[in-house]
């Protein structure tokens, strides 16, 4: 005995709804990727001639020599012990004579002292496994 009218009614009315949502989603991430291209436009029309509108790009092969963010974070850590990764970056931006409050400047400086200790941490050099508030606390090993 075959299925009653009902439910292959209902099942096609399901798949309708569905291929309908389907459909309204897609045009709901177009419309969002639309405003967000037309807010960005706006944007650089509405500017002042204000430079902080738009921060420079941050090339920190020219603020740092090779090696001299290794070379400052293992001083650093052999002379106070354990920091966390916040701290190693506000030390070497005041040694640098660097704007601390610069967030730009301070995440890039963050990344990099991350990348460079990661990398001494696969050689056994210092452990960043443990965590304080979110950020790796680096402490010389052995």
Request: with cysteine; charged share 35%; glycine share 6%.
């Amino acid at each position: 005995m075959g299925e009653p009218l009902a439910i292959s009614i209902l099942r096609k009315k399901r798949d309708r709804i569905r291929d309908t949502i389907a459909k309204y989603e897609a045009r709901l991430k177009e419309a969002q990727a639309d405003l967000a291209h037309v807010i960005a436009a706006l944007r650089l029309f509405e500017i002042d001639s204000n430079a902080d509108d738009f921060p420079a790009y941050v090339d920190l092969n020219r603020v740092f020599r090779r090696g001299e963010t290794t070379t400052f974070c293992m001083t650093a850590l052999e002379a106070e012990g354990p920091l966390d990764t916040r701290e190693l970056t506000a030390r070497i931006m005041r040694s640098k004579g660097l704007d601390e409050h610069d967030k730009v400047l301070s995440q890039a400086i963050a990344l990099r002292i991350v990348q460079t200790l990661r990398a001494r941490a696969r050689r056994g050099k210092v452990d960043g496994t443990t965590r304080r508030k979110g950020v790796c606390v680096w402490q010389i090993m052995g």
